[in-house]
């Protein structure tokens, strides 16, 4: 089992940055991808970052402006959010893939095998 634990949501205006963290349990959270995704209320759960073997990697939506990276001696995650808008507000999850496989990329929720609780970012205009 791998828990994750995502922080750092809250309330910001347009333009400005947040930065979430996702902490995870496990003793080989360095082997393990890890993706970011968003829900808005009424809309399908949606890819914002993965970091796989090969790095990181990003849909063109936030290709940019959201930067993900992680601290495998910490077992975290970060997402790292700049220049956020309205259209950012969503509930933001943290999830992980235990079997990679070199060269793959993991876009799509049913990839991935943990997911955290979840954080809320709402972006005022």
């Known amino acids: 089992q791998v828990q994750l634990v995502e922080s750092g949501g809250g309330l910001v205006q347009a333009g400005g940055s947040l930065r979430l963290s996702c902490a995870a349990s496990?003793?080989?959270?360095?082997?393990?991808?890890m993706g970011w995704f968003r829900q808005a209320p009424g809309k399908e759960r949606e890819f914002v970052a993965g970091?796989?073997?090969?790095?990181?990697y990003y849909p063109d939506s936030v290709k940019g402006r959201f930067t993900i990276s992680r601290d495998n001696a910490k077992n975290t995650v970060y997402l790292q959010m700049n220049g956020l808008k309205p259209e950012d507000t969503a509930v933001y999850y943290c999830?992980?893939?235990?079997?990679?496989?070199?060269?793959?990329?993991?876009?799509?929720?049913?990839?991935?095998?943990?997911w955290g609780q979840g954080t809320q970012v709402t972006v005022s205009s």
């Open positions: 999830a992980a893939r235990l079997k990679i496989y070199s060269g793959s990329y993991y876009y799509t929720e049913y990839e991935y095998d943990y």
């Open positions: 496990g003793r080989t959270f360095s082997s393990y991808a």
């Open positions: 970091f796989n073997w090969s790095g990181p």
